[in-house]
């Protein structure tokens, strides 16, 4: 019997829906808690910035942490940043760097976390789980005028002067379905707890009129963002190349990231010709037998060269000594008003203060 893929996906979605309910009433019981005081909120001494989204992964979270605190930086601000080191082989409180010391193995920390202090100079890094201990052993040891919490939408316990939300332009409407139906971690709505929403990747695909008309409807002011590919790396303590070097090149593109949809659409604006695309589950951890697969498909299609994220460069360097890695390295860049917006925002603060 031949199984139409309508309705497989009747049948997926029936077997999903209860799962979402389930999903549903967790998320508004626990968002009740919190607004009656069930579950308390800690406030840290210095002004916090969240940066998060409402869906799983692929917004560009890591990049505009590191983009907002090279711009707080430049403007003469002390920053440090907070994160949860989602996936990592520690527990507690753990130093990731102290914005001069090299980090810990991304294993410990987390690759993203790993990733972010090897971009950031000056600016201290703790991930910890409980993220009120980890923001105040910010301050006790290096006392910073704005901590910038990762991937804090939906962490309730601290309390935040500024609630940042990014949203991928490349979005589809049945992406926006609760888990595990779709791609949000809680419903749409509650992007209206935002103060400000940056609308990601912008230059890549242009937004639908459905992620527009959404967007305009939370009735949040919302700003734009671009991803570029600024050079090219063949290993992370290596001196970069340009980016030009890419033009005219067969690739097999690999990625382990959210969005491996924007990192292919970033390729081909390098000029570069994808020849094959391998595609894991974001944060995977390769193995010997992924890294036989990767050099066989190479050979396999003719490619030139193996391309890949800096995230995914960070975990492939253990395999790359026979045949190299190359990664593109990229910068989130926002619109002057957005950042704009963000420190009028920290103006008003330390006026109350």
Not at 192 to 212: C, E, G, M, V, W
Request: glycine letters at 8%.
């Amino acid at each position: 019997m031949v199984i139409s893929k309508k309705n497989s996906l009747l049948f997926i979605r029936s077997v999903l829906s209860p799962l979402t309910l389930v999903y549903l009433g967790l998320i508004l019981w626990r968002d009740f808690f919190y607004r009656i005081d069930v579950f308390p909120k800690r406030k840290l001494s210095c002004v916090v910035i969240s940066i998060g989204n409402i869906s799983s992964g692929g917004t560009g979270k890591t990049p505009m942490v590191i983009s907002l605190a090279k711009s707080f930086k430049k403007a003469g601000k002390s920053v440090a940043v907070l994160s949860r080191g989602y996936g990592r082989k520690s527990s507690g409180s753990l130093l990731v760097t102290d914005g001069y010391s090299k980090s810990p193995d991304w294993r410990l920390c987390g690759d993203e976390p790993a990733l972010m202090a090897m971009a950031l100079k000056g600016v201290p890094i703790i991930v910890d789980k409980n993220r009120f201990r980890g923001g105040s052993l910010l301050i006790k040891h290096f006392n910073p005028d704005i901590i910038l919490l990762d991937d804090g939408f939906q962490h309730f316990s601290i309390s935040r002067n500024i609630d940042i939300v990014l949203i991928n332009s490349g979005d589809f409407q049945h992406d926006h379905r609760l888990l595990p139906l779709g791609r949000l971690r809680e419903p749409w709505s509650c992007a209206k707890r935002a103060d400000l929403i940056f609308l990601t990747k912008t230059n890549l695909k242009k937004p639908s009129d459905y992620i527009t008309r959404k967007i305009k409807q939370l009735n949040v002011p919302f700003f734009s963002s671009t991803i570029s590919a600024i050079s090219v790396l063949s290993s992370i303590n290596e001196e970069t190349r340009s980016i030009k070097n890419l033009s005219g090149r067969r690739v097999l593109a690999l990625s382990a990231i959210g969005d491996p949809g924007g990192f292919h659409s970033l390729i081909k604006k390098t000029g570069a010709t994808i020849a094959e695309s391998l595609i894991y589950q974001d944060h995977h951890t390769y193995t010997k037998n992924d890294w036989k697969i990767i050099k066989e498909t190479k050979e396999e299609v003719g490619a030139d060269l193996i391309l890949t994220t800096e995230k995914d460069l960070l975990k492939l360097e253990a395999f790359s000594g026979d045949v190299p890695i190359h990664a593109i390295r990229i910068s989130l860049n926002i619109e002057d008003q957005g950042f704009q917006t963000i420190r009028n925002f920290i103006d008003k603060i330390e006026i109350i203060n």
